[in-house]
């Protein structure tokens, strides 16, 4: 069976709990013999984006809606 993950990470300035439960969540996945796909993004990219890019991200969702 294939699974995929697909998991916002916090940024590293402020660590959270709900990182370290995904990472556990797939390596049970994983070791349980299932073919786990990961599409993971983290929110530290936002912070490294220039002003324009951030106003793109913030709109996207309303354009796709």
């Known amino acids: 069976m294939k699974v995929l993950i ?12 709900e990182n370290s439960v995904v990472d556990a969540e797939i390596a049970i996945l994983h070791t349980s013999g299932l073919d786990v796909a990961t ?22 969702p309303i354009r796709s809606g």
């Open 6 to 17: 697909v998991h916002n990470r916090y940024r590293k300035a402020i660590p959270s709990g």
């Open 39 to 60: 599409y993971l993004r983290s929110s530290d990219e936002i912070a490294e984006m220039s002003g324009a890019q951030k106003v793109a991200v913030a709109l996207g």
